[in-house]
């Protein structure tokens, strides 16, 4: 061995993995090896911090390597640091983070090219183990020691980690050591973490799942879009077995999506979805934050803009169902010898993570014949004239289908009722909470109560700070509401395997529609009783929300990346939720998936029966869904896209009726009644925009546009909903006619819209009509005149006339079953001989090929949500207004993503 020395080896970095692994180092070089010493390259801010750091930390280096990831010009004071490795005698070695040689930074260097490629090949092989022996090496050729060295030894890109196994183990060493009565589990994790040594939250999700009697396979990878030779991810590769999955759920904390993701436009389901549907499990994104933990526990909107992008709306493009945070990173103070990142486990959230996953695996194993499922119905305002009034969808209807369906897979399912209409009445008889009809024998005969003895003991288990909240609002528990004898009362009934319940309110003493979003409001003692009950009692194995509007993911909390003293956390628990929710409101539908682990079935809007809102309704539908994703993802873009709401509803001419429709009672689309009391302080800010609207959240943004909506279905000027959409029921003859001639009245991509076909087939412009629908016509078309009804004397005539040629020929091709070969036919019977009509064959070809077999797929709404019951994956998709020009987004069934937070804003 040589002499002890007291040269110092320093290595600045902008990769924390490499601070990590020359950490870890010390433990493995001899004893009488020189000090080492990590800086991360931010520590490098100006001539002060540098002087700081060269007197305390690189007076007595000998070697000084650099590893840069960009340009050696965007390190500050870099020429400072050359002047002190010259003057001291220092072996400067600058190598490029990316392993590519770099002439430039060869310049920079003090060595020779042959030992800077050395360097590099040690680096990029990475690892404790190879850069315990690249200091050996610099140590022997630099300052003439004799530790030998070996050389670069490259490490697997993907590969299997277990504490129990050794660094090569393969999978057959991973099948000697599980358990084969307890479910399996993968565990995907970066190489980084593996090459550094950086294990302990892989460790401790481990021990969670073990706990819980399930066999943890992890797996690390440097990427999950690396492919393997036969073209699948090379990480997930591990967890098949003879084409099959041979775990039961998966746990991954890679950040992005798995998949491409479109900036330019809208993104489909892609190659990662069918990856994760030939696996068919669910997977569950826990969340390995960038924050550190203090940062997290002290934010109200829990995670920062870039984790929620990386680890939340990126992820859901794979479908992945939405964690909690795992771990944190905790740093040590800049320029330690141990300057280095570690993953904080946070051991609740673990647990969390543990327990979902083991019910999820749960779903898989146990037989059909003893699953037992609950079901709620939304009942916000506590009116039994309202329950279950979810936005677009027949909830009765769609729960009947749902349960016969079960039954035909085998679930216990016993005394059904009649019929849908049957199953609400007998719900009110039996008792539910409108004090207006609730009697003395229906809180005696209650199928669901639970005993305020037994509730003192579920709310004792309640975190100290929600304990609090909840007295602090509701008073001691049980509380007042709903209680008889002692006892809470629930509202549902039992049909064999399967509980229907009624969502409890939100509060009482109070205007129920106003407190619906209530953001500080805790929920009732009565509240909570439901969610323990279903849990611990009755013992469901899954919820199910029937449709938009249920409350439990607007409770208080964290806005993403939940705590244990958030609400939705601490009532739902490990429990797997199931969401049925309309198709074109991504921004609330996001809400249940980021707050309460939920797995969306998006469903079809209702029939449409006219057509005839296009421009500024379009467009503010569109940027509400973008407020929501801004609102999360980067918030600074807020006042512009108000600013672009206001534009628009000044362009539409319904700035001065605000202050009518705010205060204004109806009940339209959204499916439940706004009794708005709030006045509307129409003082412009410095943007321009009314101090309301500049003060809005996503929900009231989203509320407003509905309110406008709903404002205009009154007054005649937009579409009219043909009843509501019933779950797995695809729309079909004169009902199918008109949803098709909804889905294509507006451009599609770059399909064009079948009404501007139409006018430009009689030499007319769709923008010209539309714009003055009452100004008589210029230049009247003959041909077109004659396949009219009524004379065309204005440009709503001539609209009019446009749309029923679209109807006829819409029918004309259900009549011949949608077939592509007729469309020749049927322009020509419709229109006869026009010029112009390849954008009309572009469109009735999309409605033929893509438009109606979507729409025949419906069916999936109810197949999906019962495959998810089953333990399977429900596959991802994109959501949208279909009938506003996004008919793309079908077909529906789907775990639904928002808008792409790349492309954010798309106008601003």
Same mark, same amino acid.
């Given at each position: ?99 590519? %040689? ?9 060595? /020779? ?32 020691? $004799? ?94 077995? *003879? ?91 800049? +320029? ?37 499922? /609950? ?41 059904? %009722? ?12 039996? $008792? ?12 005696? *005969? ?28 509701? #008073? ?42 209530? %953001? ?29 509007? +249920? ?16 609400? %939705?956390?601490?009532?739902? $628990? ?9 198709? *074109? ?78 205060? @204004? ?22 943007? +321009? ?12 943004? /989203? ?12 007054? #005649? ?64 078309? /003959? ?11 204005? @440009? ?6 446009? *749309? ?12 011949? @079953? ?37 729409? @025949? ?35 529906? #069934? ?15």
């Amino acid at each position: 061995m040589g002499q002890r020395t007291t040269s110092e080896f320093v290595l600045l970095s902008h990769a924390g993995t490499d601070l990590s692994v020359l950490h870890r180092t010390q433990f493995k070089l001899p004893p009488d090896f020189a000090k080492t010493l990590a800086i991360h390259l931010q520590a490098f801010t100006d001539a002060d911090c540098m002087a700081h750091l060269f007197e305390q930390h690189l007076a007595n280096a000998k070697i000084i390597v650099v590893r840069v990831l960009g340009r050696i010009t965007e390190i500050p004071c870099f020429e400072q640091l050359k002047k002190h490795a010259r003057h001291h005698d220092c072996h400067l070695i600058v190598v490029s983070g990316t392993g590519e %040689p770099d002439p430039e930074l060869a310049l920079h260097s003090t060595v /020779a090219p042959t030992l800077l490629h050395e360097v590099t090949r040690y680096f990029q092989a990475g690892g404790v183990g190879n850069m315990v022996q690249m200091l050996r090496f610099l140590s022997d050729h630099l300052l003439m020691t $004799g530790f030998g060295y070996a050389s670069p030894l490259p490490l697997p890109e993907h590969g299997i980690y277990h504490p129990e196994l050794s660094d090569t183990a393969t999978i057959e060493d991973w099948e000697l050591l599980r358990n084969p009565e307890w479910p399996d589990v993968g565990i995907v994790f970066y190489r980084a973490h593996w090459v550094g040594e950086n294990l302990h939250f892989v460790d401790v999700l481990i021990e969670s799942l073990k706990r819980r009697k399930m066999n943890a396979l992890p797996v690390f990878t440097s990427s999950l879009r690396t492919l393997n030779a036969v073209g699948k991810s090379a990480g997930l590769g591990f967890f098949e077995k *003879n084409g099959t999955s041979r775990i039961h759920v998966l746990i991954n904390t890679t950040s992005f999506a798995m998949g491409d993701v479109n900036t330019e436009g809208p993104t489909p389901s892609g190659w990662s979805v069918a990856v994760f549907e030939a696996l068919d499990i669910p997977v569950v994104q826990a969340i390995t934050s960038s924050m550190t933990r203090e940062q997290w526990e002290q934010s109200t909107r829990g995670l920062n803009p870039l984790d929620t992008a990386m680890n939340i709306a990126l992820p859901e493009f794979d479908g992945r169902i939405v964690g909690v945070p795992v771990s944190f990173r905790a740093k040590s103070v800049v +320029g330690s010898s141990t300057d280095h990142a570690e993953y904080e486990p946070v051991t609740d959230r673990m647990e969390r993570i543990a327990g979902i996953t083991a019910r999820l695996a749960r779903l898989r194993h146990r037989p059909h014949s003893e699953k037992r499922i /609950a079901f709620i119905f939304t009942n916000s305002n506590s009116k039994a004239s309202q329950i279950g009034n979810a936005v677009g969808l027949d909830s009765p209807a769609s729960l009947f289908a749902i349960l016969h369906a079960m039954q035909m897979q085998g679930y216990l399912i016993e005394n059904l %009722p009649v019929s849908s209409n049957q199953l609400i009445h007998d719900l009110i008889d039996q $008792g539910a909470y409108d004090e207006d009809y609730l009697t003395e024998e229906q809180l005696r *005969n209650a199928v669901a109560k639970v005993p305020a003895s037994q509730y003192a003991e579920w709310f004792a288990e309640l975190p100290d700070e929600l304990q609090k909240k909840m007295q602090s609002q509701w #008073g001691a528990p049980p509380g007042m509401a709903y209680v008889h004898e002692e006892q809470l009362i629930l509202a549902g009934l039992e049909y064999g395997n399967t509980f229907v319940a009624l969502q409890p309110p939100r509060g009482y003493g109070m205007d129920q529609d106003a407190i619906y979003h209530t %953001p500080d409001l805790p929920p009732t003692h009565h509240y909570y009783a439901l969610y323990r009950w279903l849990r611990d009692h009755w013992a469901a194995d899954a919820i199910v929300h029937i449709g938009k509007h +249920g409350t439990l993911e607007w409770l208080p909390g964290k806005g993403v990346g939940l705590s244990e003293n958030c609400f %939705p956390d601490a009532l739902l $628990g490990d429990m797997p939720l199931f969401y049925p929710f309309i198709l *074109n409101d991504p921004g609330e539908g996001a809400q249940s998936k980021r707050r309460a682990h939920a797995v969306v079935i998006d469903h079809l809007t209702p029939p449409m029966t006219t057509a005839d809102t296009y421009g500024p309704l379009a467009q503010l539908t569109q940027l509400v869904d973008e407020y929501y994703q801004v609102e999360m993802l980067d918030p600074s873009k807020l006042p512009l896209l108000q600013q672009q709401i206001w534009n628009l509803i000044k362009e539409a001419n319904l700035d001065s009726d605000l202050a009518a429709m705010l205060h @204004h009672d109806h009940d339209h689309e959204h499916g439940h009644e706004h009794d708005h009391d709030s006045p509307w302080d129409e003082r412009l800010n410095e943007e +321009g925009v009314p101090a309301t609207l500049s003060q809005m959240e996503g929900i009231d943004v /989203a509320h407003l546009i509905e309110d406008i909506d709903g404002y205009l279905c009154e007054l #005649g000027a937009a579409q009219i909903r043909d009843g509501l959409h019933i779950l797995g029921q695809a729309p079909k003859d004169e009902a199918l006619i008109q949803m098709v001639c909804a889905l294509v009245r507006l451009p599609n991509l770059t399909v064009p819209g079948l009404p501007a076909g139409i006018a430009k087939a009689f030499s007319l412009s769709i923008d010209e009509l539309l714009a003055d629908k009452g100004k008589r016509l210029k230049r009247n078309s /003959a041909q077109l005149q004659q396949r009219s009804e009524h004379p065309l004397v204005t @440009h709503a005539d001539t609209l009019d006339a446009i *749309n029923a040629l679209g109807h006829r020929m819409v029918a004309q091709l259900s009549a011949h @079953h949608f077939e592509p070969d007729a469309i020749e036919e049927t322009i020509q019977n419709v229109l006869g001989n026009t010029d112009e009509t390849s954008d009309i064959r572009r469109t009735l070809h999309f409605v033929c090929t893509v438009l109606v077999p979507n729409l @025949h797929r419906t069916t999936e709404e109810i197949t999906n949500l019962l495959h998810g019951l089953g333990g399977g994956y429900v596959p991802a998709g994109p959501s949208g207004a279909p009938t506003r020009g996004m008919a793309h987004v079908l077909p529906t #069934g789907r775990n639904f993503y928002s808008v792409d937070p790349r492309a954010l804003p798309s106008q601003a």
